[in-house]
């Protein structure tokens, strides 16, 4: 059984790199294609490159074949951190004032549990609808790259005046193949300009694929210059280069590390908390290294706030376990489904025969952390579209078009084209 219904898995069934071509082919539409940093690091460990080269790459070839704009999903995701991070703040808040508990009316319960990752929010709602509530209603970046492109590019390029955003045929390139799913619900069908947020998405597999099959290969490709258009990147000598820049944190988007540090700072005025360098921060191991509690503590050893990482099936059943009896002292936890978070997902390219899987994610992770890091409240593009586009933080229209819901799904309802667990 599955957690979408048939009208949204037929739209799953569409998206592949096959329709991509086919619509390049007929030449109609503008072809946005949003690059996500985990794929562009599986490219880059394959072909030996950086991740700027592989996006100048990538940026080339695509539009050698008819794609309009390449952007970089990193933006969107410093959107979605600052999001989910104020989220966070305020249902903190409540829960300090009041001690509720979360329902589907009341979603501010203890502990905020992450939604960036399709397979697992597949899962909770499929299986464990009480944990629907406390699934944080920030919008994933793949998503918030949905409305942007959608809305906030269509009014820049006049498309939307004619009212045809559906003229743009939105592509993302994603580790996983649960992102198609995502991007199949009815949440992302935009009402108001007639269209889906995000047309297709193909893993990184499949964009190699459909690269091979027109005869390009990353590592005998000319290089074009990136699209600054929605990009977390910096000019560099005096404008002649460009320098991709990424968010600290695991390569499964920095969202604990992110929130961590917002809500150090927010709640209890404790500056530069970095939690990947273990700074104002206790970091645990509990079972294993996909099983992480990192802890803020007071000057006399008081707890503030205690967060976790999980990754992986098993490390989710022991969450959901505690969760049950009441026994996960979180105020929030990143999960992610797959075992070693998203820079292994099951879309990514498979390592060469010679080289083990644990030393190709060891490789692919180097890449994708190879890039500096910048805070998403120092990017100027970002604050800079946010207030084009959003108007101030937290307002009406953020919240609007930043944050979407879940839905326990009962078990008939569920259609047979599912991801199976
Ligand atoms: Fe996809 Fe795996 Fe990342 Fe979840 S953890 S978003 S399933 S790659």
Redesign the pocket.
């Known amino acids: 059984s599955g957690c979408i219904t048939s009208a949204e898995s037929v739209l799953v069934a569409m998206q592949s790199h096959e329709e991509l071509v086919k619509v390049l082919q007929e030449n109609r539409k503008l072809v946005v294609v949003s690059v996500s940093p985990?794929s562009r690091a599986s490219l880059a460990a394959t072909y030996g490159l950086t991740p700027l080269q592989t996006m100048q790459r990538l940026t080339h070839a695509l539009k050698q074949l008819g794609v309009h704009y390449v952007l970089d999903t990193s933006f969107s995701r410093d959107i979605s951190l600052i999001e989910s991070a104020r989220e966070f703040v305020e249902r903190f808040q409540c829960w300090k004032e009041d001690g509720v508990t979360a329902s589907v009316s009341e979603p501010h319960g203890m502990p905020m549990l992450a939604s960036?990752?399709?397979?697992?929010i597949c899962y909770a709602e499929k299986t464990h609808g009480f944990l629907v509530p406390y699934i944080s209603l920030a919008k994933s970046p793949q998503q918030i790259m949905g409305s942007l492109v959608k809305d906030h590019l269509a009014t820049k390029l006049n498309v939307r005046q004619v009212d045809f955003a559906d003229q743009i045929y939105h592509v993302c390139v994603?580790?996983?193949y649960?992102?198609k799913l995502e991007a199949s619900r009815e949440d992302f069908y935009n009402d108001v300009l007639r269209t889906r947020d995000v047309d297709c998405v193909i893993s990184s597999g499949e964009l190699e694929k459909m690269l091979l099959d027109e005869a390009v290969r990353l590592d005998n490709c000319s290089e074009a210059p990136i699209d600054t258009l929605f990009a977390k990147a910096r000019m560099v000598d005096g404008g002649q280069q460009t320098k991709l820049l990424g968010t600290s944190g695991t390569a499964?988007g920095g969202y604990l590390e992110y929130i961590m540090r917002y809500a150090a700072r927010e709640l209890f005025g404790i500056r530069n908390v970095d939690v990947d360098a273990g700074q104002g921060v206790s970091v645990r191991t509990v079972r294993n290294a996909d099983f992480r509690e990192v802890t803020l503590q007071d000057a006399s050893g008081n707890t503030l706030l205690s967060f976790a990482a999980v990754?992986g099936f098993r490390n989710i059943q022991n969450l959901v376990r505690k969760m049950k009896t009441r026994r996960a002292p979180y105020h929030y936890v990143e999960v992610?489904?797959?075992p070693s978070?998203?820079i292994?997902?099951?879309?990514q390219l498979k390592p060469p025969e010679h080289i083990s899987a644990k030393e190709w994610i060891a490789r692919v992770d180097a890449n994708y952390r190879s890039v500096s890091t910048q805070l998403p409240e120092e990017n100027d593009t970002v604050l800079a579209v946010y207030r084009e586009w959003l108007g101030e933080f937290g307002s009406e229209r953020a919240t609007h078009l930043l944050r979407t819901s879940y839905r326990a799904v009962e078990e008939k309802a569920t259609n047979p084209l599912a991801v199976k667990w």
């Open positions: 985990q960036a990752c399709p397979g697992w994603m580790p996983c649960d992102k499964s990754y992610m489904a797959c978070g998203c292994n997902g099951g879309g």
